[in-house]
């Protein structure tokens, strides 16, 4: 057996967190002034205040892992003679990958009998969490951290990311898309579909007109590239919108003949920089 460490950005539910037994390194946001922990253990945390001023768009800072954190929370499972699997935020959106690897560079030279490995999940939210799913999986039908890693660095570009956003002031303010570009979509009720590339980055790749539209494009982009999805377990976050989440996950079902969908509000490190009303879906499929 070994342990397995993620990020708050995962997105899993306490209940999975507890559940995996796995250990989760903290992301954080700042609002007034204020910095707050994207995941404490033991807390859940009302993101329906988050979520309200974010439509009030208040400026909301966050900032990556701390180096120190990943050290202290690894070196207290080494020194029980555990091995340590770390499956992380994509290093194509914050830098947290590159500090948790610099933290266990140093816990490789103290323990070098045990086996500390880092996998660059290239994913996000609960696309993160589903690749971390997958993982644990694995370990729970006996894979070694040595398969568990081989299996993470071949297939992480399999877990896909498709969504799309209500408001975007949001992309906007993170430099995703021009001041014009978000005037200009507005005016037209044009919504951009997005993804994660292959190289952990968060690309347009289409847009449409109306909401609903892009409610269905994400749909419509799973069913031409998922990998028998009536055998997989479909993730969705949210911005704090769960009947459009939930629109979603039944045109998945009805057209894909998918049985386990889990639904989760969107984490709050993310949710900053996609804003509320962000519907995203996340599936195991051909390619990104």
């Given at each position: 057996m070994f342990e397995i460490m993620t990020d708050s950005t995962a997105n899993l539910t306490g209940d999975m967190i507890?559940?995996?037994?796995?250990?989760?390194?903290?992301?954080?946001?700042?609002?007034?002034?204020?910095?707050?922990?994207?995941?404490?253990?033991?807390?859940?945390?009302?993101?329906?205040?988050?979520?309200?001023?974010?439509r009030e768009k208040k400026d909301i800072k966050t900032s990556l892992a701390n180096s120190e954190d990943a050290y202290r929370m690894g070196k207290a499972i080494l020194k029980q003679d555990i091995d340590l699997l770390y499956l992380g935020f994509s290093s194509g959106l914050s830098s947290t990958f590159q500090a948790v690897s610099a933290a266990f560079e140093e816990l490789r030279e103290e323990y070098p009998q045990r086996q500390v490995l880092a996998v660059d999940s290239l994913s996000a939210a609960l696309g993160e969490g589903l690749f971390v799913k997958y993982v644990v999986d694995m370990r729970e039908n006996g894979a070694s951290i040595g398969e568990a890693y081989s299996w993470a660095l071949r297939h992480r570009l399999n877990i896909c990311h498709e969504f799309t956003v209500d408001d975007l002031f949001f992309l906007k303010r993170g430099g995703r898309i021009s001041a014009a570009t978000a005037v200009l979509g507005t005016a037209l009720?044009?919504?951009?579909?997005?993804?994660?590339?292959?190289?952990?980055?968060?690309?347009?790749?289409?847009?449409?007109?109306?909401?609903?539209?892009?409610?269905?494009?994400?749909?419509?982009?799973?069913?031409?590239?998922?990998?028998?999805?009536?055998?997989?377990?479909?993730?969705?976050?949210?911005?704090?919108?769960?009947e459009d989440a939930e629109y979603v996950a039944e045109k998945v079902r009805e057209c894909m003949g998918v049985e386990k969908i889990l639904i989760h509000v969107l984490d709050p490190v993310i949710g900053a920089h996609s804003g509320p009303g962000t519907v995203a879906l996340f599936y195991y499929g051909e390619h990104r």
């Open positions: 507890r559940d995996y037994h796995l250990h989760v390194l903290s992301l954080s946001f700042v609002v007034d002034g204020k910095e707050y922990k994207g995941y404490e253990k033991g807390k859940t945390m009302d993101l329906a205040p988050f979520y309200a001023m974010m009720s044009v919504k951009p579909v997005l993804h994660v590339d292959d190289e952990g980055h968060l690309i347009p790749v289409g847009k449409t007109r109306g909401r609903k539209k892009s409610l269905d494009a994400l749909v419509e982009r799973m069913k031409n590239n998922a990998i028998e999805p009536e055998k997989q377990e479909v993730y969705i976050s949210h911005g704090d919108c769960l």
